[in-house]
Nanobody, 125 residues
Framework: VQLQASGGGWVQAGESLRLSCAAS???????MGWFRQAPGQEREFVGA????????FYADFVKGRFTISRDNAKNTLYLQMNSLKPEDTAVYYC????????????????????WGQGTQVTVSS
């Protein structure tokens, strides 16, 4: 599986961005997720979507602002980010979990088997 993230950029607080993650190769994932890592901090869970049923899950700090969606025909995952804050500044990574237990622990990095290269999001105040 190859994952290509795009859509990052520089915006001002309150603005929006939409990240995309194009998947190629074996695309029979169990769960796909977004994580982010700010300078000097550990990678943290942002949100995830399960293939079966399309259930979505979010970290508390993005609930109501970020939305995950997918286009199965295009094998693409999206992260719509609204009302961005300076503390959202980070490199955002998409990831795919293919194992049967990947969906049970969707908020943990070890549940994911493949990672995209990351896209930088910078939010200025």
């Amino acid at each position: 599986v190859q994952l290509q993230a795009s859509g990052g950029g520089w915006v001002q607080a309150g603005e929006s961005l939409r990240l995309s993650c194009a998947a190629s190769g074996r695309t029979s994932y169990v769960v796909m997720g977004w994580f982010r890592q700010a300078p000097g901090q550990e990678r943290e869970f942002v949100g995830a979507i399960k293939r079966r049923g399309g259930s979505t899950f979010y970290a508390d700090f993005v609930k109501g602002r970020f939305t995950i969606s997918r286009d199965n025909a295009k094998n693409t995952l999206y992260l719509q980010m609204n009302s961005l804050k300076p503390e959202d500044t980070a490199v955002y990574y998409c990831a795919a979990g293919l194992r049967s237990d990947s969906g049970a622990y969707y908020d943990r990095s070890p549940s994911y088997d493949y990672w995209g290269q990351g896209t930088q999001v910078t939010v200025s105040s």
